[in-house]
């Protein structure tokens, strides 16, 4: 027995170090290098409406401002076909990137969750700090646990209560298994590399580090407990969370979790609605391999129903 | 639950007659990065059949007795048949092999979710460590189990992860001497 586990520990040993040293070999055509980066850092008056119009007169305050926010691991492209498809509409989008995301590698392996948050608050203090009143807000995936924690923090407490609060495929349970146990395994795996296109590469992350997965981990985890405990929904704040019934990543038990944990201040729930779809963050489609007339449905259901809440 | 109560009673009592041994007791459960699931255990092993060593039992465990009591907490239950092996024979202590294989049932309470996963069928292998004090009617029972991948995963409910552990109290209702 003794040597048994002499001889485990001596693998176990030589496994750590091994994985310790690893590195990604990250290429200048990916994301995690150094060469590409989130388009709304070069050019951010493209992405936020408080960098276009600093100094807003009366009629751009009268506006209504959507601010969105992009999942784990993404950038300001997952919400690019919202803002195309929102051209000529009278309301404004600012499509923040998270801090710690759309950048290096090793920028995204330091961030904390409480940075990917501080890009929505910065945003949104900016814009309320200009004068908007009429400010939405629309989180995918990992932000729309983001805007739950910050329901769950009582931040709308101390600032304009958002008109609309949106949804889509928030995640508070994940659909993979291996993700509760990132934490345990994650030093030795070090990072973990998706299979996705070199195309993909360029928008999300291709290596992504177990700090990261912890961080997902542990904002999720505190917004589930937040939940259990019921959180309430900032008083004349609409919330609705669209899920994907096969949602691959997010499991759409988050959305249950979401429907039994917020209510309203008279004790009503928030609206739910189930899309027929088994792609995570329906609402992008860009870089899809292929798109089915019923995801296309999905998303111009979910666009015209946000827009209608915001004209 | 007073029928599950009542089933598990006689499931013991019809076993007692012939097994040399018979634990019944209360189990507390934590799985990784998820709900408390508490509930009921009993096992026993066979006068006939590697008495003492091979354990046959059946556990019962609900978020009701966990975290979902007077929470928002989803209710779920896991029904769970188990068998197992005892290494270090005529210890006080023993190190625990055992398979688990059951059935996991959520309760999503609303109509609205109808068509999402709720169930899961179980299996799980798991390591485990008995302490048994000579001169107590008592065993404690500590194990790591890992439920292994037998669906799609978007096919089954996120409250279903696979790491988990668990801590058992035994009593032994019955004790047949050699």
Redesign the interface.
């Given at each position: 027995m003794k040597a048994i586990l002499k001889t485990v520990s001596i693998c176990l040993s030589i496994l750590l170090i091994v994985a310790c040293n690893a590195t990604p070999d990250i290429t200048d055509e990916m994301l995690d290098g150094d060469v590409i980066f989130d388009p709304s850092l070069y050019s951010p008056e493209d992405y936020l409406v408080s960098a276009k119009y600093p100094a807003p007169t009366q009629e751009d305050l009268e506006k209504h401002v959507l601010i969105a926010a992009h999942g784990y691991s993404a950038s300001t492209f997952e919400w690019d076909e919202l803002m195309e498809w929102s051209a000529d509409s009278s309301y404004r989008i600012s499509s923040v990137l998270l801090d710690g995301h759309g950048r290096t590698y090793e920028d995204f392996r330091a961030s904390k969750w409480e940075d990917w948050r501080a890009a929505i608050i910065r945003e949104f203090e900016l814009l309320e700090d200009l004068g908007y009143t009429k400010i939405s807000l629309v989180g995918s995936s990992t932000s729309g646990a983001l805007l739950v924690e910050l329901m769950q923090s009582g931040y709308f407490n101390s600032h304009i209560k958002p008109k609309n609060i949106f949804l889509v495929d928030p995640i508070?349970?994940?659909?993979?298994?291996?993700?509760?146990?990132a934490?345990?395994i994650g030093p030795m795996l070090v990072y973990l590399e998706v299979d996705q296109t070199a195309e993909e590469d360029k928008y999300w992350y291709h290596f992504r580090p177990h700090e990261t997965i912890s961080e997902l981990?542990e904002v999720i985890?505190k917004v589930r407990k937040g939940?259990?405990?019921?959180i309430t929904v900032p008083g004349g704040t609409y919330v609705k969370s669209f899920h994907s019934?096969?949602?691959?990543t997010a499991?759409?038990?988050?959305t249950?979790?979401i429907?039994?944990?917020l209510e309203h201040t008279d004790g009503s729930k928030i609206d739910?609605q189930?899309m027929n779809s088994?792609i995570h963050v329906f609402t992008r489609l860009n870089l899809r391999p292929s798109i089915s007339p019923l995801e296309l449905s999905n998303q111009l259901d979910a666009f015209t129903q946000m827009a209608k809440r915001l004209n | 639950m007073k029928n599950l109560c009542l089933l598990t009673f006689l499931f013991c009592a019809s076993f007692s007659i012939q097994a040399q041994q018979l634990n019944v007791g209360i189990r507390l459960q934590k799985t990784q990065q998820m709900y408390w699931e508490n509930g009921i255990s009993a096992q026993y092993s066979f006068a006939n059949f590697k008495p003492d060593r091979l354990f046959v039992g059946f556990d019962f465990v609900t978020s009701r007795l966990g975290t979902a009591m007077n929470s928002n907490a989803l209710k779920q239950d896991s029904y769970i048949f188990s068998g197992s092996w005892y290494f270090f024979k005529n210890k006080p202590y023993h190190l625990i092999g055992r398979l688990n294989t059951g059935y996991l049932n959520t309760d999503l309470e609303y109509d609205i979710f109808d068509e999402l996963p709720s169930s899961s069928f179980l299996l799980a292998p798991e390591l485990g460590f008995n302490y048994t004090p000579e001169k107590l009617p008592i065993a404690l029972n500590l194990g790591l189990g890992y439920y292994l991948n037998m669906q799609d995963e978007n096919k089954t409910p996120g409250t279903f992860q696979p790491l988990h552990y668990h801590l058992t109290l035994y009593y032994k209702l019955f004790n047949q001497e050699k």
């Open positions: 508070v349970a994940p659909t993979s298994k291996l993700q509760s146990v934490d345990l981990n985890q939940l259990e405990k019921g019934k096969g949602d691959p499991s759409t038990t988050s249950v979790l429907y039994k944990g739910v189930l088994d | -």
